[in-house]
Every structure is written in C-alpha cells, then in structure tokens.
C-alpha cells in the first residue's frame, strides 16, 4: 500500500488538547501540510486520530527471547514477533528495557552485547522503532565499558536507568528467603549453592557503588542521554539522583517521592498493567491512585505490552481523566520525557505516528501508522 496518506474527517487530538474533525495527511514519514493525487485515503469519520504511543519502558521481550530457563529462540524470529505485537496494540515507539547484570544468562552482560549488536542489524527491518533504556544494574560494574561505548551511539541513542535490585537481593539472602531465591537461580541457569555465593561477591563491592553511580551519571551528561532513576524509596534519594541528571522517576516506591519529582517538573513513570489489574503486583503505589492525585505523568508496558492501549481506556472509562489526557500518559507525555519531540503530537512536521481508534463500544484500534507506514490492520 502506498506511504502517502491521507486520514479523512477524523477527531483528531490537536497539540493543545482538544479534539477538531480535520483531514491528517502523511508523506515520506512524516506529517504533511496537503496531501497529493496519489494518496490513499482512510475513512475516519467518526473515529479518533491519535499520536502513536511510545513505551517508555518495556521488558516483555524476554520473554519471547527466552521463553524458558535455558531456551533461547532466534533474535530475529522473537523480536520480529515482538514488533507485530506492538504495532498491534499501537505502540510505534518501544524503549526495550535491557537489563545489564551482574547475573548469568539472559540479563548478563554477554546477552546484552548481543542484543545491541543484533538489534542494531535488525532495526530496518522493524516497523515500530525499536530503541533501548539499558537498565543497569548499579552493581554491574563490568558494565560500565561498554555503557561508555553505547552511551556515545546515536541513531538512536539509548536511554540508561539506574537500577539496584541487587540490595533486596542480599537482603532476601540474609532473610533466608531460600524459595524466592532459587527461582532467580534458575533464571540464570546456574545453581542455588553459586547464585549464593556469586551475589555475595558482588554484594562485598558495596563501598564501591556510589563512585560508580556517579561515573555513569557523568557519561549519561556528557553524551545527552536521558536518565532514569528505578525504584527510589524516599525522596531524599529522589533529591540526590536529581543532582546527578537523572531527571525522570520511574515506578517510584513511595508518594512522596512522586510528589518531589512532580514539584520538581520531572515525569514520573508508572506501570500500566498496574492500571488494568486495579494495583500493583508487588504492593507499590497504585498507578490510578497517583494519576488522580496528579502524582504520575507517563504510563509504561512495563511486562505487558497491550496494557498501554486499554489502561488508557480504563481511565477514560472509570472517570479518571479525559481521553485526550489518558491518550497524554502513553503517548505525547512519554515522547517528551524520553526527548523525542518529533513525535507525540499531530502536525506537520512530526514524525507520522499515528493510531486511528474506534471509540463507540468501548475502544478498538482499527489502524497503526508507524513512521509514515500503515503498519496495523485492525484487531
């Protein structure tokens, strides 16, 4: 089908909020002024014309990567699957949250260099656009020459988050957690008895995490990165990884942390399954909770990527917020605080990012746009 498009007589959300019933037209990727005699054109007369959204964060794709202990399937057949899911459910931007460990298996240091290498060769190939938040473990300190190299990359540069799951890893282990501990054992394919006796290693090299903390923050700076602070319990931590350039908050574990990055004017990330599900899995904050009291300004696939599409839905449904502001969360609130500003909005000049959705009985997606291409028929 062709590139150039021409959406008809849809509602279309306009960049200051509203809703106007106007012909959207797209060429070359990208939103366009006037449409031309070869454009196709989409009926969307009575159906919303939406940004598409972006996933700011997102690590379901382990799963399709490695759907079992020990079983890998091929890089392009998983994570060609993964694309249709997204532009399925209307994701057209999708930050693949790269776990950078210091465990074996599939969040060691090994599998991501290959999952850079091998996403970088298939990019083209991809309708939706891939990128990556690397999620680095802060006590993965083999990691950071290669953060150094794929910090420097653009085209496009990843974004990085901090994380320490490492320190409720030792405690679950001082704790005799001895379950929830073999079941990380086994996710790295090596035994109970090494898994022990790997984290207390790496646990030793505590005194040494600030200083490497600050190290990569100063990477991120240099080269423009955004930054991603993960999990912060108060809001003095919140106050101190501002400091260091981490400017956005992501699934914070208490209110008051929100509340400081809010006053602040920084996006705090929370996760959409938690908005379906009606709470968090792990007991955290509710999501729906905090977007009533204006505490979250970015929801996330986090594990699940259809949860974006009908978590804003469910908001709109329960009187939460408007579409138009629901719609914001996934998509032109996620743009700016990831610094894409070309995308996220419907005008010219913007990237063609675009989900044409069918609102009259409850929502359904009848088409996705991705980079100008028609990439989703229905669902």
């Known amino acids: 089908m062709s590139n150039v498009l021409t959406l008809a007589g849809g509602r279309v959300l306009s960049p200051s909020g509203g809703f106007e019933t106007r012909d959207v037209h797209v060429a070359d990727g990208s939103i366009v002024e006037t449409t031309t005699a070869e454009a196709v054109e ?35 057949i998983a994570m ?8 399925t ?43 990556v938040q690397l999620r680095w473990e802060t006590f993965a300190h083999d990691a950071i020459g290669d953060l150094t190299d794929w910090l420097a990359q653009d085209d496009p540069k990843p974004a990085i988050a901090f994380n320490d799951h490492t320190t409720l890893t030792l ?10 501990i073999a079941k990380w054992a086994q996710r790295t394919g090596v035994s109970l008895d090494e898994y022990l006796d790997l984290a207390k290693a790496v646990g030793a090299h505590a005194a ?31 106050d101190g990884n501002r400091v ?17 990055a809010i006053a602040a004017g920084e996006p705090v990330v929370m996760g959409a399954p938690n908005v379906i599900r ?20 970015v929801l996330a696939s986090d594990y699940y990527y259809p949860s974006l599409f009908h978590a804003a839905e469910r908001l709109v449904a329960r009187g939460v917020l408007p579409m138009r502001d629901a719609w914001r969360l996934i998509s032109t609130n996620a743009a700016e605080a990831m610094g894409l500003g070309d995308r996220g909005a419907i005008e010219p000049g913007r990237r063609a990012d675009l989900a044409i959705v069918d ?18 028929l229905g669902r």
């Open 80 to 87: 060609k699957s993964i694309d249709r899911q997204l532009v």
């Open 359 to 376: 609102c009259s009985s409850g929502w359904r997606l009848l088409h996705t746009i991705a980079g100008g291409r028609l990439a989703s």
């Open 89 to 131: 459910n209307g994701v057209t931007t999708a930050f693949h949250g790269l776990s950078l460990s210091w465990e074996p298996g599939a969040r060691s240091l090994e599998a991501g260099r290959r999952f850079m290498t091998c996403l970088s060769a298939l990019r083209p190939e991809l309708t939706a656009d891939h990128r």
């Open 208 to 238: 040494d995490v600030p200083a490497k903390i600050r190290q990569v923050a100063e990477l991120g700076q240099r080269h423009g990165a955004v930054m991603l602070s993960h999990d912060e319990g108060g809001s003095a931590e919140r």
């Open 171 to 180: 405690k679950a282990i001082d704790d005799r957690q001895t379950g929830k």
């Open 278 to 297: 009606g709470g968090s899995h792990t007991g955290a904050i509710s999501a729906e909770d905090a977007i009533r009291d204006g505490l979250c300004t």
């Open 244 to 260: 260091l350039g981490m400017s956005v908050c992501e699934f914070p574990l208490a209110r008051d942390v929100a509340r400081s």
């Open 42 to 76: 989409i009926d969307c007369r009575n159906y919303a014309v939406l940004p598409g959204i972006v996933d700011v964060h997102g690590d379901a794709f382990e799963s399709e990567l490695h759907p079992r202990p020990g079983v890998d399937i091929d890089f392009a």
